[in-house]
């Protein structure tokens, strides 16, 4: 909702500040569809040039994000550090019973709780993988540390893609508007002959291509870059409290230690209050009970 706003907003602001300076839009329209389709269709062209097709796909889906925001909201990290605590609890008091949980969590008693979790394959794929790491003794706090971060790391910069395919595009769109520009002064050249009032209303059509360049650079594209790289980031910090939950596991910290390093490694606006979390692990433990 918030970036429709902003839309919104940028139209009214720039369409409204020029029409109250005396502008007249029938110049601009009457040269927009030309101009966006030199300016749209190049810029098109060169993202589909510069991505393969698994990164166009990405980009095109991640556009939501700038309406939809991020994905994690403050109930799923309270969810996810519930989850832990039952996952490191069944693994110290039942290390063979955890392995039917970590092996298949779709039929898992424990994971089934948390649906919207269940369905993000890669933060399955993160907790199963590193606790199956330490039933095979490979638990050296420090080395899964590292390789956690890593993967981290990669996942985040695959992520990324979309953003920086965006502003990419986002960068050439001036340069963009200035071929249509000088398109439009060559067509202008070419009727040099007519009146000065056809000649301005030529030159000003021809205009429109810098201003479109300029302003879908700055105005749309960019912003929406911009939005798309804080909400991925955000949603980073998801996995990030896995990794520190599960360190601190590997460290044989106490079970309630564990999810409190992660609770205080959670974002201030995402992390749940040590009362609501410590209601929460009642009902947890009241329910395995």
């Known amino acids: 909702m918030i970036g429709i706003v902003g839309i919104l907003l940028i139209f009214v602001m720039v369409f409204g500040g020029y029409i109250a300076a005396g502008?007249?839009?029938?110049?601009?329209?009457?040269?927009?569809p030309f101009e966006f389709m030199m300016i749209g269709g190049a810029a098109a062209g060169a993202f589909v040039i510069s991505n393969d097709m698994s990164g166009i796909k990405h980009t095109l889906k991640d556009i939501?994000?700038?309406?939809?925001?991020?994905?994690?909201k403050p109930e799923d990290y309270k969810d996810l550090l519930c989850l832990l605590f039952e996952l490191i609890r069944l693994a110290r008091q039942n290390p063979v019973g955890?392995?039917?949980?970590?092996?298949?969590?779709?039929?898992?008693?424990i994971f089934t709780k948390?649906?919207?979790i269940l369905a993000d394959k890669e933060a399955i794929s993160l907790i199963c993988d590193t606790l199956r790491s330490a039933s095979m003794n490979y638990d050296d706090p420090h080395q899964v540390e590292e390789v956690l971060e890593k993967r981290l790391e990669a996942n985040l910069h695959h992520a990324l893609h979309s953003s920086h395919a965006m502003a990419a595009i986002g960068d050439g769109l001036p340069a963009l508007g200035i071929v249509a520009a000088v398109l439009g002064v060559i067509k202008t050249m070419a009727s040099i002959d007519q009146p000065p009032e056809?000649?301005?209303?030529?030159?000003?059509?021809?205009?429109?291509?810098?201003?479109?360049?300029?302003?879908?650079?700055?105005?749309?594209?960019?912003?929406?870059?911009?939005?798309?790289?804080?909400v991925i980031e955000e949603d980073g910090h998801f996995y990030q409290l896995i990794r520190e939950v599960l360190v601190a596991n590997l460290h044989n910290h106490?079970?309630?230690i564990c999810i409190e390093?992660?609770?205080?490694?959670?974002?201030?606006?995402?992390?749940?209050?040590f009362s609501d979390l410590e209601e929460a692990l009642k009902e947890v433990k009241s329910e395995a009970a």
């Open 114 to 116: 948390y649906p919207k």
């Open 64 to 72: 939501g994000k700038v309406f939809k925001g991020p994905k994690w």
């Open 198 to 230: 056809i000649l301005g209303k030529m030159i000003g059509g021809a205009l429109v291509g810098t201003f479109l360049g300029v302003f879908l650079a700055y105005g749309i594209v960019g912003p929406f870059a911009g939005k798309m790289k804080d």
């Open 254 to 256: 106490a079970t309630n």
């Open 98 to 109: 955890l392995e039917e949980h970590i092996e298949a969590p779709e039929n898992s008693s």
């Open 261 to 273: 390093v992660g609770r205080q490694n959670t974002p201030g606006h995402y992390r749940p209050s």
């Open 23 to 32: 502008g007249k839009l029938g110049i601009i329209l009457k040269s927009l």
